[in-house]
């Protein structure tokens, strides 16, 4: 004899029909498949013989969203079919789908810089690709995205930095969108960080003082107090060796006729990148 019998198998694999092609239709799901079922149980009536005989990859079950075309909350059917005998029950049998209308927004890009820095050398002004990003997602959603940020470790770096970067998405709550919560992929961003070494330069105090103009008739300049005996020259390598001053700007006075602070400019040696100060 071979009699019919009813065994269940656990742990069964879901799969959205039709989730994929929500994006066509202008909507998108609230919450990921993953989030919603991600398996079922499902209970098969067959002959003895081919319960033995049956596994869990012959068994299959789905919910069929591919008539969904516009928002709203639906209660979708779970379907499963086995090779082998007949499906008697599903369970959970039913599950509850949010669509929203699919929506984008422009956020701006951000920068952080962290890590330790080199004091030896010279990190210019953080350069991205683009200073906004289209962020995409369902409406509720998306209208709280806040900007993308690029988060660049300076630790160890010793050269030009250049790199593709995925954002971080953050709310206007300050909490960071997960890239498992997200609608499809995160943007990426092109971030660019220029580093070069750098050379100290001995400030001349004796050339700011001969060099300085419009003190009051009758008076002279005594001495020179500087806010840093020294400026920081940056420059590709090879340039480095060539660089042994830098000239000063003249020192205008005003009619001095007591102590006087004044920014004097450096100008920029040839070859150079940059300097710090710069006054």
């Known amino acids: 004899e071979n009699p019919t019998r009813v065994k269940e198998y656990e742990n069964i694999p879901v799969t ?5 092609t929500l994006a066509e239709k202008g909507l998108c799901m609230t919450e990921s498949p993953d989030d919603l079922l991600t398996a079922v149980n499902v209970s098969v009536e067959a002959e003895i ?52 209308d699919l929506a984008e927004r422009e956020v701006p890009v951000e920068v952080q810089i962290i890590g330790n820095d080199n004091p030896d050398l010279y990190y210019g ?90 003190v009051a008739d009758g008076y002279e300049i005594i001495d020179v107090d500087l806010s840093s005996d020294e400026i920081k020259v940056a420059a590709e390598a090879e340039n480095l060796e060539g660089i042994k001053a830098v000239k000063l700007e003249r020192a205008s006075l005003e009619g001095a006729m007591y102590d006087t602070t004044v920014q004097i400019g450096v100008e920029l040696p040839k070859g150079a990148i940059a300097i710090t100060p710069v006054t």
């Open 125 to 214: 002004d953080v350069i991205t690709d683009t200073d906004t990003v289209v962020v995409e997602g369902s409406q509720s959603e998306v209208e709280h995205y806040s900007k993308a940020v690029v988060v660049v470790d300076v630790s160890g770096m010793d050269s030009t930095y250049k790199e593709s970067r995925t954002i971080t998405l953050t709310t206007d709550d300050g909490n960071v969108v997960s890239s498992e919560d997200y609608y499809g992929a995160l943007p990426s961003v092109i971030v660019e960080m220029p580093i070069y070494p750098t050379v100290s330069v001995q400030l001349d105090k004796d050339e700011i003082m001969a060099n300085a103009r419009g």
């Open 16 to 20: 959205f029909i039709g989730a994929e």
């Open 49 to 100: 013989s081919d319960l033995q005989k049956l596994t869990e990859d012959e068994i299959t079950a789905s919910v069929d969203m591919s008539n969904i075309t516009t928002a709203g909350e639906y209660t979708l059917n779970v379907r499963a079919r086995s090779l082998r005998g007949s499906v008697s029950s599903v369970s959970p049998s039913k599950v509850t789908v949010s669509v929203e």
